[in-house]
């Protein structure tokens, strides 16, 4: 079993819609959590943080965190088509030493928004 | 700021070259990471420096897989010698240890070996 389990999808939805992503995650000791987008021929780039639990909004992007179901969420509101892109998670546990930074990152999940 | 600078963008070889990728992180970043992208196995961590020191290279796939960070400015991650089975997306990233786990990434070189 992977550590980081994320839907590669595709998703496909219409512009204005609410996007809800996701991924679940086994290990107990993460705590940092993010969201990169990454599109077409480019390199990911990071588009939330969060640290352990709870909610956290930036314009049209919120990020989830459930640490009691090792669960995480990204929903866009208002979806437009130039948030087509691939969709990763990462997760870090709060540690230091050799682990420290280390990413572990889902498959991504392909989004297509269409006019 | 330019970002963090791969080169080249493309890389097409035969099997059996050596292949060698470059990176220029972001200056005053103290972490630098070097990532395989592939659709099978998604990212994967190679190997990091932190400080122009390897920190943890248990990704890098076998001993045909070397990196080396001689100054803060620079990292190159070299194949010798190189296999279809290394056709992927390299990406390296920097980061800033106060901030820990934010990385910046390149745009990738895209290496096809034939």
């Known amino acids: 079993q992977k550590e980081v389990e994320q839907d590669p999808g595709p998703l496909s939805v219409p512009e204005g819609a609410i996007v809800s992503l996701n991924c679940t995650y086994s290990n107990s000791a993460f705590q940092y959590f993010m969201w990169y987008r990454q599109y077409s021929r480019k390199g990911p780039e990071l588009l939330m943080y969060t640290y352990s639990s709870g909610n956290k909004e930036d314009g049209r992007f919120t990020a989830q965190v459930d640490k009691s179901s090792k669960y995480i969420s990204l929903f866009i509101r208002d979806s437009q088509p130039s948030d087509s892109a691939t969709y990763l998670c990462a997760m870090d546990p709060n540690a230091g030493g050799t682990s420290y930074g280390k990413l572990t990152f889902g498959q991504g999940t392909i989004l297509t928004v269409h006019p | 700021d330019a970002g963090v600078i791969q080169s080249p963008r493309h890389e097409v070889t035969e099997m059996g070259q050596e292949v060698t990728l470059r990176c220029k992180p972001i200056?005053?970043?103290?972490?630098l990471f070097w990532y395989r992208q592939t659709m099978m196995r998604g990212l994967e961590l190679l190997i990091y420096?932190?400080?122009?020191?390897?920190?943890?290279d248990s990704g890098m796939p076998e001993d045909r897989f070397s990196a080396k960070m001689p100054n803060a400015s620079f990292s190159t991650l070299k194949i010798q010698p190189s296999e279809p089975r290394d056709s992927a997306v390299y990406f390296c990233a920097s980061s800033l240890s106060i901030v820990g786990r934010r990385y910046t990434f390149g745009s990738g070189t895209r290496l096809t070996v034939v």
């Open positions: 420096f932190n400080n122009n020191v390897p920190i943890d």
């Open positions: 200056s005053g970043h103290d972490y």
